[in-house]
C-alpha cells in the first residue's frame, strides 16, 4: 500500500524550496555586509571586537525577527485580523530583543571602555531588565536599534503576500466565471426545465411513487447547483444533503447491477460552512472510476465526520479489475480533482490536507479541513 500527499505540501528539497533557501542565503550575505560596513561600523568605531560583536548580534536578531514574524505570527494572526494575539507576539519579541541587547551591552561594557558602548550601557542599567515595558528611551533604543532592517524585509513580505492574494482571487473569479459559462452552455433554460420536472413529477406521483421521488430529488440536485452556489460558502448541512441526494440518484441508477452504495455521517453539520461544490468531486471520481467501470460486484462508501471545527470526508471505492493501478493514477488526477486541489490551496490554504491511500483493489481519498463557525 502506498500513500500519495497532497501535491501542495512541497517536499524539504524540491528543486523550488532549494531555490528559495538559496535565495535567502545570498539576500542574508548582502545584508550582513551591508550592517556591518555601513551600519555597526560608522556607529560605533571602539574597536575591531565591539564592531564584530554588533554585527552578528544584529544580523541574528534580524533573521530571527523576520522568520519569526514574517512565517509564523504574520499568517496565523495578523493576516487573519487576530490582533491580540498579534500586539502579544510583538510585545514577547521586543522583550526577548531587549534582555538580548541588555547582556551584549553589558558584556561589550566590560571588554571596552569607549564613550559610545558605556553611554548606550548606562541606558540599559539605569532602566534595568525590565525597562522595555518601564523606560521609554531604553525601549525606544532597544526597538530603533534591532527592528528597523527586520521592519523593511517584513513589509515588502506583507506587500508580496497582498499581491499574491490579489492574484489567486482574480485567478479564482477567473476559474468561476469559466465554469458558469461551460455550465450554462450546456444546459437548457433552468426555469422551463424545473416547471417541466414539476408537471412530471404531479402527473406520475399517484401511479410511481419511486419515480416521483427520484424527480423530485434530480429537480433538488439541480436547484442546489444553480441557486445555492452562488455564495462563497454553504452551510455544511445543505452541501452534505447535496452528497446524499446524489447517492440515492446513483443508486437508484445502478440499481440492476451488484454496487453497493454506502453513506455515515458522525456529528452535528448544522453549525458550520463550507465552499460550495467543493465535496462532489471526490464522490463522482469513484463512481466514474469505480462503480461504472465494470459489470462485477462493487461498493462505493462515504463517509462524513464532524468534529471541533473539523470535517474528516473520506470516499473509498473498490477498483475495477481490468485497470491497472497505474491507469487508476493517470484518471484520477485529472481536471476535476486537479481543479479541486487548485481551489483547496487557495481557500483553506494551511487549513487541510488531502490523503490518496490505494491498493490493487481499492481507492480511497480523504479530505482532513477546517470547516467555519456559521455567522
Known sequence: MSQVQDEFMNPILNPTTIKRWIN??????????????????????????????????????????????G????????????????????LVCHFIIYESNYLLFYYL???????????????????????CFSNGAAAFFSFFYSFPFAIILLAVQVVNAIINLRTKNLQLEKDKLNLELDFLKSQVNPHFLFNTLN??????????????DLILRLSELMRYN??????????????????????NLERNRLSDRHVVIEYEQRGNPSTYQITPLLLIAFVENAFKHGAKGTTDP??????????????????????????PVSELDRKSGGVGLGNVRRRLD?????????????????????LIIQVEILP
Not at 462505493?300 to 485497470?323: C, H, W, Y
Request: net charge negative; hydrophobic share 45%.
Open 346 to 366: 487557495t481557500l483553506y490554504k494551511d487549513k487541510y490536507e488531502l490523503v490518496v491511500t490505494q491498493t490493487e483493489i481499492t481507492y480511497e481519498v480523504t
Open 199 to 212: 408537471s412530471v413529477y404531479s402527473r406520475i406521483f399517484d401511479n410511481d411513487e419511486k419515480a416521483a
Open 71 to 90: 512565517y509564523y505570527v504574520f499568517p496565523r494572526h495578523l493576516y487573519n485580523f487576530s490582533i491580540v494575539p498579534f500586539i502579544s507576539w510583538i
Open 226 to 247: 444553480l441557486y445555492e452556489t452562488d455564495s462563497p460558502k454553504i452551510a455544511l448541512d445543505k452541501e452534505l444533503a447535496y452528497i446524499q441526494n446524489y447517492l
Open 109 to 131: 561594557q566590560q571588554i571596552n571602555s569607549g564613550p559610545r558602548i558605556e553611554r548606550d550601557w548606562q541606558l540599559f542599567h539605569h532602566a534595568y531588565w525590565y525597562g
Open 298 to 323: 462493487a461498493y462505493v462508501q462515504v463517509s462524513a465526520d464532524i468534529t471541533a471545527g473539523q470535517l474528516v470526508f473520506r470516499v473509498e471505492n473498490s477498483v475495477p479489475n481490468k485497470l
Open 24 to 69: 535567502h542565503i545570498l539576500l542574508w550575505a548582502v545584508f550582513s555586509y551591508f550592517m556591518r560596513y555601513f551600519v555597526v561600523d560608522i556607529f560605533y568605531k571602539d574597536n575591531i571586537v565591539v564592531v564584530n560583536w554588533l554585527s552578528i548580534s544584529l544580523i541574528i536578531q534580524t533573521i530571527s525577527l523576520y522568520y519569526c514574524l
